[in-house]
């Protein structure tokens, strides 16, 4: 009874085979990665039972390594409006892309490329997003972040408009005296005390 197979290449004008599935493919159908796009490809499978592996299958090939390269697209409909932060809230932005190969990321504020050699920030791009996030976030980081994605078809780039928004180091500091009751008010409030005297008009 097979328990699986195992899956080879060789590129084409070499002799060198290597090993496709780390782990024992169990169907009839595997899909190859690590292809350098436009090269040619040989194959060969083993078949592995409980008394081992067998002989090599006939080579199949050259196979053209074709899968369609897709230039890199992002969607910027989540920051129409800007993002806003409070320091020294997280600065996180999360952009979905597309593209293939995995487009790679660039983040600008600026001129100055963002990169994680400063500690307080640290990139992630995956297949589906790349995240920029800075962290605590301070004032200056307030402005214009570009984001540069680029594969071997294409290169795109984007703007988001950030605000960072400080808080005030005593949110009740203001006091207004009221009769002899002390009234509370954050720093935001404008407070107008007007004096009026009542007339009654005589009959």
Not at 45 to 66: M, Q, R, T
Not at 69 to 93: C, M, N, R, Y
Not at 134 to 156: A, C, F, M, Q, W
């Amino acid at each position: 009874m097979i328990t699986g197979y195992i899956i080879e290449r060789c590129e084409e004008g070499t002799d060198k085979w290597l090993r496709c599935n780390a782990r024992l493919c169990h169907d009839l159908f595997y899909k190859v990665s690590g292809l350098k796009y436009g090269a040619k490809y040989n194959y060969r499978v083993f078949a592995e039972n409980a008394a081992g592996i067998s002989d090599p299958s006939n080579v199949i090939g050259p196979l053209l390594a074709d899968d369609p390269h897709v230039g890199p697209t992002f969607d910027l409909s989540g920051f129409k409006d800007g993002l806003e932060v409070i320091v020294p809230q997280a600065l996180t932005i999360r952009v979905p892309i597309t593209g293939y190969p995995t487009p790679i990321a660039k983040w600008t504020f600026g001129e100055k490329e963002l990169t994680t050699a400063d500690e307080r920030v640290s990139l992630m791009t995956k297949s589906t997003f790349t995240e920029l996030m800075i962290t605590p976030s301070v004032r200056p980081d307030k402005g214009i972040y570009t984001l540069h994605l680029e594969n071997d078809v294409t290169s795109v780039s984007g703007e988001i408009e950030v605000n960072v928004i400080g808080t005030p180091e005593n949110k009740f500091a203001d006091l207004v005296e009221s009769g002899s009751q002390a009234v509370s008010l954050p720093h935001c409030v404008s407070v107008f005390v007007c004096s009026c005297t009542q007339r009654s008009k005589g009959l």
